[in-house]
């Protein structure tokens, strides 16, 4: 049975970081697309990062591109979004999804196969 769990969120001042992690687990970590997804108050969850084994390559939204790095730690099943920069309009619950194959981008969040519950970020100015 694949299971992950999100951490890392909380409260951070503007300008601060934070860093995410996607711990999975019940499956092979080494074919997998791992996407981060945000919904801030009132508006659609989008995606912002994700990463595929297929060649390793990372993605990244426009929003997020230059302050946010997408990183795989294959030996401890994780998955890390440092965020840094932080501005009080990235405040949003951060998801988590999972596909467990090697497959390009994913910027879909129902097209996963396993979709985290969400933690929460919160950036003051």
Known sequence: EVQFVESGGGLVQAGGSLRLSCEASGFTFDRYVIGWFRQAPGKDREGISCISSLDGSTYYKHSVEGRFTITSDNAKNTVYLQMNSLKPEDTA?????????????MWEFYEYDYRGQGIQVTVSS
Do not use: G, I, N, Q
């Not at 619950?93 to 981008?105: F, G, I, K, M, S």
């Open 93 to 105: 619950v951060y998801y988590c999804a999972v596909e467990t194959d090697a497959l390009p981008a």
